[in-house]
């Protein structure tokens, strides 16, 4: 089991620079791949960033560039956020599984643990 607490989201202004987080707790082995996925209103859970126990990670195209994955030394995950646009407005959740979801990119139906989630809004 493991469990996965966000924290950061907030309102900004496009062009404007957030950091959320994500206090994760419990088994290592579940912890292979980790990521963050968003939702906005009326659209499907999509991808963002993943990082694997290796430290590979891999981005959403419309994020490239303009947002970082990274964990420290296990215990929380972050997903720096520069640039943001309208269009990245969405509750964020992290999420974590163990080496059964590899690859960690493009296989959202395989995490098995989620945090709650936390909104972000950017306003133009």
């Known amino acids: 089991q493991v469990q996965l607490v966000e924290s950061g989201g907030d309102s900004v202004q496009a062009g404007g620079s957030l950091r959320v987080s994500c206090a994760v707790s419990?088994?290592?082995?579940?912890?292979?791949?980790m990521g963050w996925f968003r939702q906005a209103p009326g659209k499907e859970r999509e991808g963002v960033a993943v990082?694997?126990?290796?430290?590979?990670t891999r981005y959403a195209d419309s994020v490239q560039g303009r947002f970082t994955i990274s964990a420290d030394a296990g215990n929380n995950l972050f997903l720096q956020m520069n640039s943001l646009k309208p269009e990245d407005t969405a509750t964020y959740y992290c999420?974590?599984?163990?080496?059964?979801?590899?690859?960690?990119?493009?296989?959202?139906?395989?995490?098995?643990?989620w945090g709650q989630g936390t909104q972000v809004a950017v306003s133009s």
């Open positions: 999420a974590a599984g163990g080496p059964w979801v590899r690859p960690c990119w493009g296989r959202r139906d395989k995490y098995p643990y």
């Open positions: 419990g088994d290592t082995l579940s912890r292979y791949c």
């Open positions: 990082i694997g126990s290796d430290g590979t």
